[in-house]
C-alpha cells in the first residue's frame, strides 16, 4: 500500500481483531462483553470520545470466516486506527437467539451452506448496523431466476435464455420440446449447444449438450472435485425433472473470467480455464487453480458496477462470459474474495475501511478524514537491447490423415424419396443436403423398405438399382450409429430424369422427373489423424516464448500461461467439413494441454469459417479457367505415346523438377493407365478371394472397415476409371492414390500383392494431376488461386495489421501479475484449417503473385526450388507467417517489423525418407551475410519468462548444403536467425530441435514416429526470414487488386457481412453483432517453429503502429 494510503491507519502491533473461536488467544464473548461494547459506544461521556472504536461485525461460518483471504483482509482492515473486528462465533450464530449476538456498528454478513440467513436479517432489523452486504437481497442470489431478472432489468448483457418452471401451479410456464438438435422452452428455440442450469444457485450440476454436428453428447458441470470440475457424457437428452434455465451457450475460446467488486467502483478480474472445457482443473505447484488477474475494458467495468449496485452487495463475485466481441454476465455469486493477491488484499481492506470510516466516523464523532491519494501510475516494464518481441502468428493447415472419400450417384424415383424431399423444403432450391443422424435414419429406412419390397416382387425396374440400394444402406448402417460429421446424402431435382449416357439408351429415356441421389461418405479423420494433429498443436507451442516450460509447475513461462492470462490472443477457424473440423480440435487439445473428448472443444476452441470461400470451396462452381485447364489436362495424359519435348512443355512449363520427375516415371500416359487399370483388376480379385476364405470372414480392417467395404470402393475404382469408350477418366487418379496410399499405411497387414506397385504408378500420375489442377501456367495457377482464396488473403493481410494498446483486447494487469514477469506481452495467433485446394492456391499466391523476385534474391531462388522439388502437399501441410516486432527502431522504420514465412509439406509419405527435398532448415541466416557471421547472438533461456535470455556457450557454424540432400537427425540443432541491427544484419542462435511428445512417441527429427501407423511430420523450411511488413502489405493489396470482378463481387458480398465488425476482439462468423471500434492498423511478429525456445524476448511496453498504409481497397473484413 501507498504512504498515503496508511494515513487514518494506526501502526501497532497488535490489532483489536476479537475471533470468537477455538484457539489459545481467543474466546466466546459473554454478555459483559457485550455491555462493554454497547456502553463503549452508546454512554460515553463526550470527553472519552476521541478513544472509541468502530466495531465491525463478521458474521458467517466459521469455514468462512477463518479462511485465508478473510483472514487477510480484517488483519489490514484492524491497521485502522479507529476500527476494531468482532468475528461471531458460529456456535452462537447457531445456537443462541439474535438478542444474544454481539454488538456492531458495521456487519459484514453473507450465507453459505448451513448459514441461518433469516437470524441474519431478523438480528439486523433489531441492531440496525451498517450493512457492507445487503441480506434480503441474498436470498434473491439463491435463485438463478431472480438473478437473471435483476441484470435484465438493469441493462446488462446476460446470454438469451428461457426458464423451464416444473411447477405444477403454473403449467404454462413448463412446456418443453425436444428435438435431436434443438429444444423449444416455452415457444423460445436453442439450438445446440445451449446450457442448462438448475434454478437454484446452490446446484452447480450444470449440464452443456453439444450437436450431433460435433460428436452429440453433453459436458457436466459441478462444484471442483479434487481436480476435475466436469466431466463429458454421450447422454445428448435434457434432464426430465427439476426447473431449469437455458441459455445460449457463448463461445468463449476457453477462458472464462472471475470478477470481484469492492464498491461500485473497484473490481478485480482474474482469468480462468474454462470448466467446460475439459474438465481438469488447472494447479500450481502449492495445489491451487492456476487464475491470472486480467484488466476490464470500460464497458466491463461499468457492468461490475451496476451488479454491485442492483444486488447491493459492496464485496460481490460474478462471472463473465468474453465472447464475439462482448462480455455477457452468466453468474452472480454474491460476497466472495478473491485468492492468493496480495494486491487485492490491499486494496480491499483499504477500500472497506474508507467506506466503513467515511459512513461512521461523523455519526460516531470520530476525528477521522479520508486521506487523499496519488493516482496509482501503471508500470510498463521495456525492454532493453536489439531482441525483437513476437507479435503475431498466422498458420494456414491441411486437415489430417483420413479415410479415403467414396461417392455413389443414383437415380431414385419412388415416391418415398419425394416426399423426404419436399419435408426438408428440397423444392425451394431444387437441392438438398441431408447430415443430421435422424435424415440419414430416414434415408436408411427407405432404403431398407424398398430392398425388403425387391425380394417380395421381383420388379425389373427397381432390381436395375438392388446393388446401388444395398450400397446405400451398407454405408449408412456402418459404425452402427450416426456421428452427422462423416456421412451426408444429397439430393437434386431432375425436371426430366438424368441424361443417359449412351445413346443406346436414349429409347430408355423417362420424361418424368427424378432426383439424383449422391451419397458421400468416408473422408473422415482417421486416429492417426487425431494423433497427428495433437501432436502438431504440441509442437506448436514452440514457437512462442518460453514454450516448452512446464506450465503449474513453472511460473511464468509458456504457451499455456500466455493463453490463460489473456496475454494470448488466440482464434482457431476451420472450414465445415467434419474431418477439417476435429483436425482442428485436436490440435487445439494439444497446443493448449487439454484432455478427454475433442466434441467440447471443437465446440468452444473451433470457429466454422464458411463464409462465401474464406476456408470453403464450392466444387459446383468451377471457373472457366480450371475448366479449361482439367480439359487440357484430360487430353494430354489420353496421347497413347510417349512424352515428347512439347508434352513436357505444354504439361510443365514451369520446368518444375517434381512435375518433371514424374513425367519421366510415367513415360506413356494411356500404357501407365493401362497398368494402373491390371494392377486394381488384380487387388479386387485378391480382396474377392479373401472374401470367400472362411477364416476372413470377420476381419476388421483399419478404423472398422471391412474386407466387403474395401471391396466396394475397390470395384467401384476399377469401374470408373476406365469409362465404356475405352478412355481412362483422368479425374480418378487422386481418388486411386488416395485409397492405394490409405491401403498402404494403414492395410499393409492383409499382404496383398502389386499395392507398392500401384503406390508408385499412382503417385507419379497423381503429382501430376493434382498439382495442375490448379493451373499449369503461372498465370492460370494465380487465377485459380485468386478464385479459391482470395477472402482468406485478405484476412491474412488484415491478420497482420496490430491494432493499438486498445480497450477492445483483453489484456493482463500488470499492477496484479506477481510472477507474470512481462505482462504486457500480447501475441495474436490466428489459426486457418481448410483442405488441399486452398493450400495449394495459396502456396501458388506466394510462389508465382510476385513477392519477391528469384534473380535478385537468393534466398527466395532457393526457397522457390525447394518447393519445386516438393512432390505432394500432404495431410497436416503448413504455411505460416510470423511477424516481430524490434521495440528499438522508429516506428515509422521499415525495420521495425520483421516478417517470416516458412513452410511444412506434411507427413511423411510412404518411402520417403531416401529422396525427399530438403529446405534449408528454420530461420537458417541469410544468404547475404553468411560469410560476415561473427557474433552467436543470444539464446533465450526456455526458464524464464524476462529477461528470457541466456549466454551462448559456444558460436554456431552453419555449413552451406543443397537443399535437396540435407538430411535432418533426431535431436539435432537447428539455426535460427534474429535480427541484430537490421533486417539484413543476422546473428545465429541455436535450439535443440525437439517437442514435447506424448509417452509412446518417439522424437525423431521434429516429426514423431513409434506410434502404430501413424508418420511424422516434416519440419518448417523457412522460404524467407528478412521480409518487412510493409512489403508483405503491398504484395497482399496489389493481389487483391488484381482479382477478377467476379472475385470482387464475392469479396463484397462478404464486406458487407464484415463492415460493421471492425472491432479486434470479433469473430469472422459473427454477423449480428454491431460495434463501433475502429480498426487500426496492427503489425505482426514472428515465431519460432518446432524448436524448443522463442524466437525473440517479449517485450512488455506498448506496441507503436506500424507504417503500413491503410489498404486501399473498398471492403473489410474485422481483423479478428
Known sequence: MSKSSEQGMCNSELPRFLIGSEGEESRELDETDMRNFSGHYGEEDDEDQSERQVVVGICSMMKKSKSKPMTEILERLCKFEYITVVIFPEEVILNEPVEKWPLCDCLISFHSKGFPLDKAVSYAKLRNPLLINDLNMQYFIQDRREVYRILQEEGIDLPRYAVLNRDPDRPEECNLVESEDHVEVNGEVFHKPFVEKPVSAEDHNVYIYYPTSAGGGSQRLFRKIGSRSSVYSPESTVRKTGSYIYEEFMPTDGTDVKVYTVGPDYAHAEARKSPALDGKVERDSEGKEIRYPVMLTAMEKLVARKVCLAFKQTVCGFDLLRANGHSFVCDVNGFSFVKNSMKYYDDCAKVLGNMVMRELAPQLHIPWSIPMEAEDIPIVPTTSGTMMELRCVIAVIRHGDRTPKQKMK?????????????????????????????????????????????????DCEIEEKKSKLEQLKTVLEMYGHFSGINRKVQLTYLPNGQPKASSEEEDALKEDPSLLLVLKWGGELTPAGRVQAEELGRAFRCMYPGGQGDYAGFPGCGLLRLHSTYRHDLKIYASDEGRVQMTAAAFAKGLLALEGELTPILVQMVKSANMNGLLDSDSDSLTDCQQRVKARLHEIMQKNKDFNEEDYSKLAPTSSPSLVNSM????????????????????????????EDPKSADLQLYHSETLELMLQRWSKLERDFRMKNGRYDISKIPDIYDCVKYDTQHNSSLGLEDTLELFRLSRALADIIIPQEYGITRAEKLDIASAYCLPLVKK?????????????????????????????????????????????SLLNIFRYGGLLDEQKDEQWKQAMDYLSAVTELNYMTQIVIMLYEDNNKDPSSEERFHVELHFSPGVKGCKDEDNAPMGFGFRPASSENHEKQTDPGSLEDLSQDEPDRAALTEPVSIQRKSPLIRSRKAGSMEALSESNTSSRGLAYRIFPSSSRQSPEIKPSGLGFEGCSLVPSIYPLETLHNSLSLKQVDEFLTTLCKNGSETQFKRLKSLSAMFESHSQPSIDVDNQDTPVSTPVRNQPTSQSLWYVSAPPSTGSSAGPSSPSVPEPSSNFRFNSE
Do not use: W
Request: aromatic share 6%; glycine share 4%.
Open 410 to 458: 443414383m437415380e431414385v424415383r419412388n415416391a418415398l424419396f419425394f416426399e423426404l424431399f419436399e419435408k426438408y423444403g428440397g423444392y425451394k432450391s431444387g437441392k438438398l443436403k441431408l447430415k443430421k443422424p435422424k435424415q440419414l435414419q430416414e434415408v436408411l429406412d427407405i432404403a431398407r423398405q424398398l430392398l425388403a419390397e425387391l425380394v417380395l416382387h421381383n
Open 664 to 691: 519421366g516415371v510415367i513415360v506413356n500416359p494411356v500404357s501407365t493407365c493401362d497398368r494402373v487399370h491390371t494392377l486394381i483388376k488384380s487387388l479386387t480379385c485378391q480382396i474377392c478371394k479373401r472374401l
Open 796 to 840: 491474412i493481410q488484415l491478420d497482420l495489421q496490430r491494432t493499438h494498446e486498445d480497450e477492445a483486447v483483453n489484456k493482463l494487469h500488470p499492477l496484479y501479475s506477481r510472477g507474470v514477469m512481462s505482462p504486457g506481452r500480447h501475441v495474436r495467433t490466428r489459426l486457418y484449417f481448410t483442405s488441399e485446394s486452398h493450400v495449394h
